[in-house]
Structure formats: structure tokens, C-alpha cells
């Protein structure tokens, strides 16, 4: 199943109207990709807080895989799409991330605070400030409340931890000699083109290949604070 959103203005000033459209991807035998089907809702989202901050980069950024002993820190003048990165170790990176920045405010205020993501890509996002647990973010539109008690005037303290499936190891296992791999599946691991033209189920059942193409993962847009 997949979803997709539609994000429209409404004939009122203050709502936008989101159209989930979802549609049936299970292969049909003819493996044939199925007819998508008409939007099944239609939420309407109340306009959001002004932007008070805007939190721009540089990130400091540290990376830990499941059981991994020696997690490795980068440094991100802007947010980015994991996969699309030339650094190798990150393009194929799966596990948790934590995004690491200090931020200023000239007043925390009495009020709760909005914090927008942006995007959250592949996963989940859990965000703390201050060391205030603020909750998860794993769908649109990524936003996280933020209680007043966690701001305070002047430095503040920002962790987003990010963590993605894991299909992006997976691939880039496919890669490497099996001494090498840092997963173990008892899925296959092709080095070259699938051998099968199976899709859907079908396709993710047989396993992973050198040559698929990677997921979307981490943080990336705007991070704002509302």
C-alpha cells in the first residue's frame, strides 16, 4: 500500500486541505501494477504558528548502526537526502542518527512551541530540546510540540535522533564480499541485476541487489520553529 499527499488551498485562508490518495501496489499475476484507486480522505489541517527561528546548519551529526561499537560523526552545512550523498558510509547507512545543534532565543515565552522537521525521510524523527523529550515525528506534516518548560532565554540545546529501515544497508551489503557485510539475511544478496522480473512482494521477497535503488533517508528542508 502506498500513500501519496496532495497539499491544496482551501476556499478558506486559514486551512489546507490534504488529499491521501492510497493506492494498491500487490502484484496481480500478470505482475501488472494495479490501478490506483480514488482518495479515500481528505484532512483538513489548521494553518500553522508563524516562524519564530529558523535553524539553519551547521549540523553536527553522528551516526550509529545496531550493534555498531564505533559510531561516526559528520558535519552537515545543510540538511541532505542520506542516499544521494558521496560519502559512501552515509549513502548506505542504516540505523539511528542524531542530529546535534544549539540555537538562540531572545525569550522562551509562556506559550508552547511548534517545531517543523521539514521532511523526515525513511523513518522516524524523535526530538528532544534541552533534554525535554518533545515525541516522534514520522508523518506528515513532521511537526513536534514543544512545551513552553523546555525553552528557556538564550542557548538551547537541540537532539533529533532519525532512524531509517534498513534496505539501504542491505543494498550496499551487495556490494561487498560477505566477510565484509555488516547485515546477515536470509534474503539474497545479488552483486549484479535481479535475476527475476517478479515486482512488488514478489520482487522484496527475493531479496536485495547491487542495483536497486536506494530509499530516501534523514533530514531535510526547512527546521523551523513556531
Known amino acids: 500500500i502506498e500513500a501519496n499527499l496532495e497539499k491544496s488551498r482551501s476556499a478558506r485562508a486559514d486551512v489546507e486541505e490534504v488529499v491521501i490518495a492510497v ?18 480522505a481528505a484532512l483538513k489541517v489548521g494553518r500553522q504558528p508563524p516562524c519564530v527561528r529558523t535553524l539553519d546548519g551547521p549540523w553536527r551529526v553522528s551516526f550509529a548502526a545496531p550493534g555498531s561499537k564505533t559510531p561516526f560523526e559528520r558535519r552537515f552545512a545543510t540538511l541532505a537526502d542520506w542516499s544521494k550523498s558521496e560519502d559512501e558510509e552515509i549513502r548506505y547507512f542504516s540505523g539511528t542518527a542524531i542530529y546535534r545543534k544549539r540555537f538562540d532565543l531572545p525569550a522562551a515565552g509562556q506559550d508552547d512551541r511548534l517545531l517543523s522537521l521539514g521532511r523526515v525521510a525513511g523513518g522516524t524523527a524523535r526530538v528532544f530540546v534541552n533534554g525535554t523529550d518533545c515525541g516522534v515525528a514520522w508523518c506528515w506534516p ?3 510540540r514543544v512545551p513552553a518548560a523546555a525553552l528557556k532565554e538564550g542557548a538551547n540545546e537541540l537532539e533529533i535522533r532519525v532512524t531509517n529501515t534498513w534496505r539501504n544497508r542491505l543494498i550496499g551489503d551487495c556490494l561487498v564480499p560477505e566477510a ?33 535503488e536506494l530509499e530516501p533517508s534523514g533530514l531535510y528542508g526547512k527546521i523551523e520553529l513556531r
Do not use: H, I, M
Not at 23 to 40: F, G, H, V
Not at 186 to 203: F, I, M, N, Q, V
Open 23 to 40: 493506492e494498491d501496489l500487490r502484484p496481480r499475476r500478470d505482475n501488472r501494477r494495479r490501478a490506483a484507486s480514488q482518495p479515500l
Open 142 to 144: 513532521f511537526n513536534v
Open 180 to 212: 565484509e557485510r555488516k547485515t546477515r539475511s536470509c534474503l539474497a544478496y545479488e552483486s549484479g541485476p535481479r535475476p527475476t522480473k517478479d515486482t512488488g512482494w514478489a520482487r522484496r521477497s527475493a531479496g536485495y541487489s547491487a542495483n536497486d
